[in-house]
């Protein structure tokens, strides 16, 4: 069975710019996470959904959203790109939200020159 | 708000040898608590989640305990080998709250 899914794998942009990265779940998974993590420090949670709506938000800007589709895969949007928003972006899904592992795909690496 | 820290931040030790990895917490009032293991540039892989009701986990080599009341949490791997060098991250979950809070982790170095 295929695993979490993300793409791209890297993407490089510049400040100013607006970034897409995808995400799909495990089949059969409902939640999905989204999460920054700089070099050298450990993940930080951006956002969960799950059944399509939108589930814990954590301490970013409103230059980062994101939405659920009905087939349960995730976008993460970022506008108006700063230096420090390059990371490895990791997505993360779950059967449901508290008490299920989570389970992380690969990240997309974003780097804002 | 809650707090994870793992200590140390790094740790070599030559194969063969068993080993403990250290978290803890600051707010006992855990859902459940999951180390992650963590490859150069990779996303995560989980090891071990352990819900608040117990006290451990056992999956081959590797041995994870929780300790509520003290804020703790160990993995333990028994005979270490090279392919167990990576970063190690635990986080907790709180109860009500939908989010992973993570340490920064423990790089591993096992020495052949």
């Known amino acids: 069975d295929a695993g979490v899914t993300q793409s791209p794998t890297h993407l490089i942009k510049t400040r100013g710019q607006h970034v897409t990265l995808r995400c799909s779940p495990i089949?059969?998974?409902?939640?999905v996470s989204w999460y920054q993590q700089v070099l050298g420090q450990g993940p930080q949670f951006i956002f969960q959904?799950?059944?399509?709506?939108?589930?814990g938000r954590g301490n970013f800007p409103d230059r980062f959203s994101a939405r659920q589709f009905p087939n349960y895969s995730s976008e993460l949007n970022v506008n108006a790109l700063l230096l420090g928003d390059s990371a490895l972006y990791l997505c993360?899904?779950?059967?449901?939200?508290?008490?299920?592992?989570?389970?992380f795909g690969a990240g997309t690496r974003l780097s804002v020159l | 708000k809650q707090e994870v820290t793992q200590i140390p931040a790094a740790l070599s030790v030559p194969e063969g040898e068993n080993l403990v990895l250290n978290c803890s917490f600051t707010?006992?009032?855990?859902?459940?608590l999951q180390w992650f293991r963590q490859d150069p540039g990779k996303g995560l892989t989980s090891l071990l989640l352990?819900?608040?009701?117990?006290r451990e986990q056992t999956s081959g080599r590797l041995n994870a305990s929780l300790d509520k009341s003290s804020g703790r949490s160990t993995l333990y791997i028994a005979a270490s080998q090279p392919g167990d060098s990576a970063t190690y991250l635990c986080?907790?979950?709180?109860?009500?709250?939908?989010?992973?809070?993570f340490g920064k982790g423990t790089k591993l170095s096992v020495i052949p």
């Open positions: 993360a899904s779950s059967l449901g939200t508290e008490s299920y592992i989570q389970y």
């Open positions: 707010d006992s009032a855990i859902y459940n």
């Open positions: 352990i819900q608040s009701s117990q």
């Open positions: 089949s059969g998974h409902k939640s």
């Open positions: 986080a907790s979950t709180g109860a009500g709250s939908y989010q992973l809070t």
């Open positions: 959904y799950y059944e399509k709506e939108e589930r």
